[in-house]
């Protein structure tokens, strides 16, 4: 069974410019999740989609992130414009159970991303 | 605030030894603790641990959780060099949160 995909697995754009990140789910999970990890940071949360809808998006820095999941399959993060502390790397996990008692998320490979 | 502590941030050790990592936290709710081991790239899902006192145990690898001190030990026995990685422990609040802790670098050296 294939695990969570993202891609670009490493991205380098100059400060200004456009973004677009995506997440490929393991495929049934309806919760996808997306992480970021600054430089010397602990890997924390911004966004939680159940299906195509955004469940939690408390951890979002602020507009100029833009998370959809049109069709409740894959996910993509935008961030426009980039700027240079949205450098870091960023994770995207799915998980199965919705309301039970497991919690467990299968996490994909991260994005890098170096805005210069 | 949710916090997840963890300690030691590094730790180089050599084969065969035996190492405790700690995992301490304050949250407002609490569902479950998991910890993760991250090599070069995805975390990958160790254990998660919901009750107090009851050890889990997978290999060389054991965790138990004491949700009256907040807190949590993952032991990792007879190291080998394959065990170097980034050890995550995080915590659940609620069903769609999750908060993860600096995490600890272990080396082990030959």
């Known amino acids: 069974e294939a695990g969570v995909t993202q891609f670009p697995s490493h991205s380098v754009i100059e400060k200004g410019q456009t973004v677009t990140l995506r997440c490929d789910p393991i495929s049934g999970h309806d919760n996808l999740y997306w992480y970021r990890r600054v430089m010397g940071k602990e890997i924390k949360f911004l966004l939680h989609?159940?299906?195509?809808?955004?469940?939690?998006e408390s951890g979002m820095p602020n507009n100029r992130f833009l998370a959809e999941r049109t069709g409740g399959t894959y996910s993509t993060l935008k961030v426009q414009p980039a700027e240079l502390e949205d450098s870091g790397v960023y994770f995207c996990?799915?998980?199965?159970?919705?309301?039970?008692?497991?919690?467990?998320?299968?996490f994909g490979p991260g994005t890098r991303l170096t805005v210069l | 605030e949710d916090k997840v502590v963890q300690s030691p941030l590094s730790l180089v050790v050599h084969e065969g030894d035996t190492v405790t990592l700690n995992c301490s936290y304050e949250?407002?709710?609490?569902?479950?603790l998991l910890w993760y081991k991250q090599e070069k790239k995805a975390p990958t899902f160790l254990f998660m641990l919901?009750?107090?006192?009851i050890e889990k145990k997978s290999g060389r690898l054991s965790s138990i959780l004491d949700k009256k001190e907040l807190f949590s030990i993952l032991n990792i026995t007879a190291t080998q060099t394959g065990d170097s990685a980034i050890y995550l422990c995080?915590?659940?609040?609620?069903?769609?949160?999750?908060?993860f802790g600096p995490g600890t670098s272990l080396s082990v050296i030959p």
């Open positions: 996990a799915s998980s199965q159970n919705w309301r039970g008692a497991g919690n467990e998320q299968f």
């Open positions: 989609f159940v299906k195509e809808s955004k469940q939690d």
């Open positions: 949250v407002t709710n609490f569902r479950s």
């Open positions: 995080a915590v659940s609040p609620s069903y769609d949160k999750v908060i």
């Open positions: 919901t009750s107090s006192g």
